[in-house]
């Protein structure tokens, strides 16, 4: 069993960047697929950004490619989600889980999920 912690949200302003971390316990991370989501008031949880444990393929959705890039660092058993250029439509509480197929992972349909940190872009 694989917990998940998310770290690194707060308040940015427009045009500024974070750096979001989900750090897991239970078991190596290079076994899963790991995927950030994220979910405003109001509105559907959506996908943002998957790396596969296995082979290192990332995917991103349209919304952010270009300014979210998605890591991991096996060795500290942590993904990494940087945001750069935010938008105020990024402000959203962000998720990160993990499952053991990419493609369902990417669909949403994760096995373990983090509690959720909270990203706000203001000025």
């Known amino acids: 069993q694989v917990q998940l912690v998310e770290s690194g949200g707060g308040l940015v302003q427009p045009g500024g960047s974070l750096r979001l971390s989900c750090a897991a316990s239970?078991?190596?991370?290079?076994?899963?697929?790991i995927g950030w989501f994220r979910q405003a008031p109001g509105k559907e949880r959506e996908g943002v950004s998957c790396i596969n444990g296995r082979d290192g393929n990332t995917w991103y959705a349209n919304s952010v490619k270009g300014r979210f890039t998605i890591s991991r660092d096996n060795a500290k058993n942590t993904v990494y989600l940087q945001m750069n250029s935010v938008k105020p439509d990024d402000t959203a509480v962000y998720y990160c889980a993990a499952g053991p197929d990419y493609r369902t992972v990417v669909a949403g349909m994760a096995d373990h999920w983090g509690k959720g940190t909270l990203v706000t872009v203001s000025s």
């Open positions: 239970g078991s190596p991370l290079d076994y899963y697929a």
